[in-house]
C-alpha cells in the first residue's frame, strides 16, 4: 500500500511556457500532499503543502503566482509551473499522506523539468 | 524550528558489514515522529524507518534498526549486513505529531556507498 505515482516523469520545454505535474495517490485517500523541490546532491526543499478543497500553503520565497498547486480531490494534486524559465529547471517531488497514514509521508518518483 | 543534522556527509561500507548513520536534531515538541529514508540513484524517495518519540523501543525493519536516545536527541540508523543495493542518499526527518499536514524538516543526508 501507499503507492504514490507522478506524471510525467521527465519533460523539456521552451521558456515561457507552462508545464503541469501531477500527483496521485493510488491506494490511498490523501488528505494532504506536499511538493518538493531537490537540486544535484542536496536535499529536499518544500514548496508548498496542499489540503483536499483549500488552497495551497507556500513556503517563504516560493512564488504563488510561478507555482500554481491545485489538490481538487482526495487522490489528485497538480503542480503548474507557469512561464517557465530555465532557473526553473529542477527534480519536483510530491508525497501525500492520508486518513489512514496520518503521519508519514508517501513519496512519489519524481519529475525532472528541463526548461531551455 | 526545529533542526535536522546529519553530520556525515558520506560514508562508505563493505558488503555484508554493519554501517551505523548519525543523526541529531533539535526540538522542544514531546510528540513527535522520526524518519529515515533513502534516496537511490532513480531518486524515488523510500521510507526505510519510523519512529514514534512515545515509543522507548527502537524501530527496527528486518537490516535496519535505529538507536533512538530521546534525551540526547539522536535517531542513528543502522544498517546490518549491508547489500550493493543499500548504496544511496539516506536522509534522516523529523515531523511534529499531529495532523497529517505536518511538514517534514530534513537533514542535508548521508550519502552511503556500497564497497563489494
Known amino acids: 500500500g501507499a503507492v504514490v505515482s507522478q506524471h510525467p516523469s521527465w519533460v523539456i520545454c521552451k521558456s515561457g511556457t507552462s508545464v503541469k505535474i501531477e500527483c496521485r495517490s493510488l491506494?490511498?485517500?490523501?488528505?494532504?500532499m506536499f511538493w518538493y523541490r531537490q537540486f544535484p546532491k542536496q536535499s529536499l526543499m518544500l514548496m508548498a503543502t496542499?489540503?483536499?478543497?483549500?488552497?495551497?500553503?507556500?513556503e517563504q520565497g516560493v512564488e504563488k503566482d510561478k507555482f500554481l498547486i491545485n489538490h481538487a480531490s482526495l487522490t489528485l494534486s497538480t503542480l503548474t509551473v507557469t512561464s517557465a524559465h530555465p532557473e526553473d529547471s529542477s527534480f519536483y517531488i510530491c508525497?501525500?499522506?492520508?486518513?489512514?497514514?496520518?503521519?508519514?509521508?508517501?513519496f512519489g518518483p519524481g519529475t525532472r523539468l528541463t526548461v531551455l | 524550528a526545529q533542526t535536522v543534522t546529519q553530520s556525515q556527509p558520506e560514508m562508505s561500507v563493505q558488503e555484508a558489514e554493519t554501517v551505523t548513520l548519525s543523526c541529531t536534531y533539535d526540538?522542544?515538541?514531546?510528540?513527535?515522529?522520526l524518519f529515515w529514508y533513502k534516496q537511490p540513484p532513480s531518486r524515488q524517495m523510500i521510507l526505510v524507518i519510523r519512529?514514534?518519540?512515545?515509543?522507548?523501543q527502537n524501530a527496527t525493519e528486518n537490516r535496519f534498526s535505529v538507536n533512538f536516545q530521546k534525551a540526547a536527541k539522536s535517531f542513528s540508523l543502522k544498517i546490518s549486513d549491508s547489500q550493493l543495493g543499500d548504496a544511496a542518499m539516506y536522509f534522516c526527518?523529523?515531523?511534529?505529531?499531529?495532523?497529517?499536514?505536518?511538514?517534514?524538516?530534513f537533514g542535508k543526508g548521508t550519502l552511503l556507498t556500497v564497497n563489494p
Open positions: 508525497s501525500a499522506s492520508g486518513r489512514v497514514f496520518t503521519d508519514t509521508q508517501y
Open positions: 491506494d490511498f485517500q490523501a488528505t494532504t
Open positions: 496542499s489540503n483536499e478543497g483549500s488552497k495551497a500553503t507556500y
Open positions: 526540538t522542544s515538541e514531546s510528540d513527535y515522529y
Open positions: 519512529q514514534e518519540a512515545y515509543k522507548q
Open positions: 526527518a523529523y515531523r511534529k505529531g499531529g495532523g497529517s499536514n505536518y511538514k517534514l524538516t
